[in-house]
């Protein structure tokens, strides 16, 4: 099958009619008509059977189905490179990054940069780390920003920042309001526990490994935000990356330090094959200010 056989029928089989095929295609009924059969003639076996009005997919489609829907979405990913591709090449700035650096360190950098460069359009999306190797080889984003992510092969990582995990606690449990805290003064309390935190959590993981201190957890959550907010309503402590604590710091929590600290790297990664663009490159330094 050409590409334009299996442009036509995933078209026909996902919509159901030669008519809503033509439509999502913009072209005409005729023309799907003919692409169609002339694939079922190179094919010898007709792909769709018409029963009251209706085409519906034969055995033979059926079973090709699941090979074509295959290449068809790579089809896609195709067209949507080219897109961003071609996006770039007019101001654009295409930036990943984890959810914490969205509360205060790029919403301060992206303003700053938009009032010395007003033109340049950028356009901002979330990611997670195992997310982050498919929206660069796509060209979703020019550049991702990460909490110390791992090796990936064709990728550079350079180190921009470094923070670090903290203690968030109600003031009420520690009326002293301490500034730098242990496990141990937290391991018979309720702790809020992160799901899922990669990195970040193997590094916890490991302390509390150093420690020999399990902590006890009857929550759980899937973001760093969420568990943030549930200290602030007293209903435990939690360990997060100290961008979130800042970030949704309230009247009612207070934030320590680990002693030693639990330090980690803040990562700006672009694949290695692709230089970034000048408008990108310019963009940078203005997370570090």
Known sequence: MRLRHIEIFHAIY?????????????????SVSKVLAHAEMQLGFNLFERVKGRLLPTEEAEMLFGEVDKIYQQMRSIKNTATNIRKSEFGHINLGLTPALGFDVLPKAVARFHQDYPNVNINIQTLHNDDVLQALLEHKCDMAILFSPS??????????????????????LFPEQPKVMSLADICDLSFIDIGESGPL???????????????????????????????????????????????????????????????????????ESNTLSK???????????
């Open 201 to 271: 959590g193997d590094l916890l993981w490991s302390r509390m490994m150093e420690d020999d201190i399990q902590l006890n957890s009857s929550i759980k959550v899937q973001t760093y935000f969420i568990a943030a907010r549930l200290v602030a309503q007293g209903a435990g402590v939690c360990i997060i990356d100290k961008y979130t604590a800042l970030g949704n710091l309230t009247d009612d929590i207070g934030i320590a330090s680990f002693a030693p600290k639990l330090r980690f790297n803040v990562d700006l990664l672009h694949l």
């Open 14 to 30: 996902t919509t159901g009619s030669i008519t809503n095929a033509a439509k999502i295609l913009h072209v005409s009924q005729p």
């Open 279 to 289: 408008v990108a490159s310019t963009f940078i330094p203005y997370l570090n200010n």
């Open 151 to 172: 090796t990936m092969a064709n990728v550079k990582a350079t180190t921009i920042d470094t923070s670090e995990l903290v203690i968030v606690y109600p003031k009420a």
